[in-house]
């Protein structure tokens, strides 16, 4: 429904262990809209939805990355069936300073997106770090999400990311920051 919608590319992959994965991409593929990853049933209503910073250039195929490691093993241990990531910025690039740096970082489809998964979803986590303030975004975004949960709070109220906390952090309901 995403990809007819805004005119987005869907691509399919296979994860390092052979699991199904699926990606949501702008036609010029300098945003990434959803990333998902199963292990079981391919259902939102089964998959955790988790909301990080912005997306790496590189995909998750054949290569092992620490965060995404960390809330695949969260999602498991819960017994959901996959998980999809989300962004608070779409743009994609391997270092987050490079969002002050451009001009539309946030992605045109990207608040329908956070919006249409984050519904759909069993749970959403918050986990986009200190950086989330970021032109305001995290408070932007706050009335996009459905009941989200975190793993902790940094000392301005952003949602801990989570390779920053311990792995048996427990889950709490976020409240965007006032200011």
Same mark, same amino acid.
């Given at each position: 429904?995403?990809?007819?919608?805004? #005119?987005?590319?869907?691509?399919?992959?296979?994860? !390092?262990?052979?699991?199904?994965?699926?990606?949501?991409?702008?036609?010029?593929?300098?945003?990434?809209?959803?990333?998902?990853?199963?292990?079981?049933?391919? $259902?939102?209503?089964?998959?955790?939805?988790?909301?990080?910073?912005?997306?790496?250039? #590189? $995909?998750?195929? @054949?290569?092992?990355?620490?965060?995404?490691?960390?809330?695949?093993?969260?999602?498991?241990?819960?017994?959901?069936?996959?998980?999809?990531?989300?962004?608070?910025?779409?743009?994609?690039? *391997?270092?987050?300073?490079?969002? @002050? @740096?451009?001009?539309?970082?946030?992605?045109?489809?990207?608040?329908?997106? %956070?919006?249409?998964? *984050?519904?759909?979803? *069993?749970?959403?986590?918050?986990?986009?770090?200190?950086?989330? #303030?970021?032109?305001?975004?995290?408070?932007?975004?706050?009335? %996009? %999400?459905?009941? !989200?949960?975190? %793993?902790?709070?940094?000392?301005?109220?952003?949602?801990?990311? !989570?390779?920053?906390?311990?792995?048996?952090?427990?889950?709490?309901?976020?409240?965007?920051?006032?200011?």
């Amino acid at each position: 429904m995403l990809a007819a919608r805004h #005119g987005l590319k869907e691509r399919k992959g296979v994860s !390092p262990e052979g699991l199904p994965e699926r990606y949501l991409y702008s036609p010029d593929m300098a945003y990434r809209y959803g990333f998902g990853r199963w292990w079981g049933d391919e $259902d939102l209503a089964t998959t955790d939805v988790w909301v990080l910073l912005n997306p790496a250039t #590189g $995909d998750t195929e @054949q290569r092992r990355r620490p965060t995404l490691e960390r809330c695949i093993t969260r999602s498991r241990e819960a017994g959901h069936s996959g998980l999809v990531i989300v962004n608070l910025f779409a743009h994609r690039h *391997t270092d987050p300073k490079t969002l @002050q @740096q451009v001009a539309h970082p946030v992605g045109p489809a990207n608040d329908d997106a %956070l919006r249409r998964l *984050t519904a759909a979803a *069993t749970r959403t986590i918050v986990a986009w770090g200190a950086a989330g #303030g970021l032109y305001g975004r995290s408070r932007a975004v706050a009335p %996009l %999400l459905d009941r !989200p949960l975190c %793993l902790g709070t940094t000392r301005r109220g952003e949602p801990r990311h !989570p390779l920053y906390v311990a792995a048996d952090a427990p889950l709490k309901p976020w409240v965007a920051p006032a200011s």
